[in-house]
């Protein structure tokens, strides 16, 4: 029997458009999509063929894994800076459900209350140095206060004297992902460094010289055995232990951004204020999805398939649109307005709103999202309830072009004081 013939995708006639791309950042594929009225559209990226989609069913079929692979889908330099190599980011069928499973195993309710309790002490403990400076760049501080939270909760010991250069080093590896030249080798000679680091602390663990609790990451890592009852070796177990604590580091970008918010909507501040549990949770999930961190997302066609009557081939490289569908104005009213209030009636769908990406738990799904959550609502209820500052004038735009972005002057504080 003869199929229905495709329709054929709409189409950027161009050799190539990577430069565009990095010119137009996170406004690249949904600009593209509002250009063409189409969920999806084919363009030529790094000399390839690319098929970008974007909004609700977009990312159901993306996170379909009969239909899509991630091998191959991950470019090299964002593996040599971003992610490490061999993580769970790029694994398969049981190997990926096997050690997904080995990070699911952390987040356990009880792991999550400590983690809550670290992070209100972590941030104790920085305003009682805050108090003593008269100016305060929040992003940075907001960094070092998630790697002690990272590292303590993961169980991985950080000695005083080293928290700036790990710090520093885990920022670089993030802040390397969109990036060409030397912002992307820092975050290669970062990701260098942390891997020596972290491997030396697996093998310290294996000898015995360390012991952690068991029921830390590290432990949890350090022990793990892989389907063939091997433990991992050295350097897969220090990308993992990485994938771990870097993107704790992350979070300081969702609360900067969410100091931003609080500035910029005062509104919202005396709700915080008032302390009510369910307006937090909502003031967080705005932040995730208003402000710019991932843009898109890659996998490629596992094998050829039809959606919405477009032919999807063998090996094509295709780009979820995140940012875009977390401002789809079929999903979302007045996308480009700060409303948390919009949390109330959303009905949790795994498809529309997905800054940690989307789907299920156990398909790639980041296993953070309620680590992130917990600790942007400690973070940011503290700076809206229990300091007091000032934000003097700065430049708190942020770029929609350099991905990761950050507001330019990583926002400033004057006379933090503990509030009255
Ligand atoms: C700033 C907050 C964070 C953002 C924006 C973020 C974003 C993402 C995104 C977009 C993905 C890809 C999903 C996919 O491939 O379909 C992901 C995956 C992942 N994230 Fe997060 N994440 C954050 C925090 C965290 C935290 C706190 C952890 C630590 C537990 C974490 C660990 C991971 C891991 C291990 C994966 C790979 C999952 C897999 O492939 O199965 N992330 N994250």
Same mark, same amino acid.
């Given at each position: 029997?003869?199929?229905?013939?495709?329709?054929?995708?709409?189409?950027?006639?161009?050799l190539?458009?990577?430069?565009?791309?990095?010119? *137009?950042?996170?406004?690249?594929?949904?600009?593209? +999509?509002?250009?063409?009225?189409?969920?999806?559209?084919?363009? +030529?990226? !790094?000399?390839?063929?690319?098929?970008?989609?974007?909004?609700?069913?977009?990312?159901?079929?993306?996170?379909?894994e009969?239909?899509?692979?991630?091998?191959?889908?991950?470019?090299? +330099?964002?593996?040599?800076?971003?992610? @490490?190599?061999?993580?769970?980011?790029? !694994?398969?069928?049981?190997?990926h459900?096997?050690?997904?499973?080995?990070? #699911?195993?952390? #987040?356990?309710?009880?792991?999550?209350?400590?983690?809550?309790?670290?992070?209100?002490?972590?941030?104790?403990?920085?305003?009682?140095?805050?108090?003593?400076?008269?100016?305060?760049?929040?992003?940075?501080?907001?960094?070092?206060? =998630?790697?002690?939270?990272?590292?303590?909760?993961?169980?991985?010991?950080?000695?005083?004297?080293? !928290?700036?250069?790990?710090?520093r080093?885990?920022?670089?590896?993030?802040?390397?992902?969109?990036?060409i030249?030397?912002?992307?080798?820092?975050?290669r000679?970062?990701?260098?460094?942390?891997?020596?680091?972290?491997?030396?602390?697996?093998?310290?663990?294996?000898?015995?010289?360390?012991?952690?609790?068991?029921?830390?990451?590290l432990?949890?890592f350090?022990?793990?055995?892989?389907?063939?009852?091997r433990?991992?070796?050295?350097?897969?177990?220090?990308?993992?232990?990485?994938?771990?604590?870097?993107?704790?580091?992350?979070?300081?970008?969702f609360?900067?951004?969410?100091?931003l918010?609080?500035?910029? $909507?005062p509104?919202?501040?005396?709700?915080?204020?008032?302390?009510?549990?369910?307006?937090?949770?909502?003031?967080?999930?705005?932040?995730?999805?208003?402000?710019?961190?991932?843009?898109?997302?890659?996998?490629?066609?596992?094998?050829?398939?039809?959606?919405?009557?477009?032919?999807?081939k063998?090996?094509?490289?295709?780009?979820?649109?995140?940012?875009?569908?977390?401002?789809d104005?079929?999903?979302?009213?007045?996308?480009?307005?700060?409303?948390?209030?919009? $949390?109330? *009636?959303?009905? @949790?769908s795994?498809?529309?709103?997905?800054?940690?990406?989307?789907g299920?738990?156990m398909?790639?799904?980041?296993?953070? *999202?309620?680590?992130?959550?917990?600790?942007?609502?400690?973070?940011?209820?503290?700076?809206?309830?229990?300091?007091?500052?000032?934000?003097?004038?700065?430049?708190?735009?942020?770029? =929609?072009?350099?991905?990761?972005?950050?507001?330019?002057?990583?926002?400033? =504080?004057?006379?933090?004081?503990?509030?009255?």
């Open positions: 029997m003869k199929g229905v013939a495709p329709v054929a995708i709409p189409r950027e006639n161009v190539d458009n990577t430069l565009t791309l990095l010119r *137009e950042g996170y406004h690249y594929i949904p600009g593209r +999509r509002r250009h063409f009225k189409s969920d999806i559209f084919q363009t +030529r990226l !790094l000399g390839q063929k690319v098929i970008c989609i974007g909004g609700k069913e977009a990312a159901e079929v993306f996170y379909d009969d239909k899509f692979t991630r091998i191959g889908a991950i470019p090299n +330099r964002m593996k040599e800076s971003l992610f @490490g190599k061999n993580g769970v980011h790029v !694994l398969e069928g049981n190997a459900s096997h050690r997904k499973t080995m990070f #699911m195993s952390l #987040m356990t309710s009880e792991r999550l209350s400590e983690l809550t309790a670290l992070t209100e002490k972590q941030w104790e403990v920085a305003i009682a140095d805050w108090q003593q400076k008269r100016r305060v760049i929040l992003f940075p501080e907001a960094e070092k206060i =998630m790697c002690r939270i990272a590292c303590e909760w993961a169980g991985v010991p950080l000695w005083a004297n080293e !928290l700036s250069q790990r710090t080093d885990l920022s670089a590896m993030i802040d390397a992902f969109g990036a030249g030397p912002r992307h080798w820092q975050g000679i970062a990701r260098n460094r942390s891997e020596r680091w972290i491997r030396r602390i697996i093998a310290q663990v294996r000898s015995g010289e360390l012991k952690p609790r068991e029921e830390t990451a432990y949890t350090a022990w793990h055995r892989d389907l063939q009852d433990l991992l070796d050295l350097q897969t177990a220090a990308v993992e232990l990485l994938n771990i604590v870097r993107p704790i580091v992350a979070v300081g970008r609360v900067t951004f969410g100091a918010a609080i500035n910029d $909507f509104e919202t501040k005396e709700k915080l204020r008032v302390g009510d549990d369910d307006y937090i949770r909502m003031f967080v999930q705005e932040v995730r999805r208003y402000y710019p961190f991932g843009p898109f997302l890659g996998a490629k066609v596992r094998s050829n398939f039809k959606w919405t009557g477009h032919q999807f063998k090996g094509t490289l295709v780009l979820l649109d995140i940012y875009g569908t977390n401002h104005p079929d999903l979302w009213d007045k996308p480009d307005e700060f409303r948390p209030e919009r $949390f109330d *009636e959303w009905e @949790g795994p498809f529309d709103f997905i800054p940690q990406g989307g299920y738990d398909g790639h799904r980041c296993p953070g *999202e309620w680590i992130t959550i917990d600790i942007m609502k400690v973070s940011l209820a503290f700076l809206a309830n229990r300091i007091d500052y000032n934000v003097p004038k700065q430049n708190l735009d942020y770029s =929609m072009v350099r991905m990761p972005s950050i507001p330019k002057s990583r926002f400033i =504080m004057r006379d933090v004081a503990i509030s009255s």
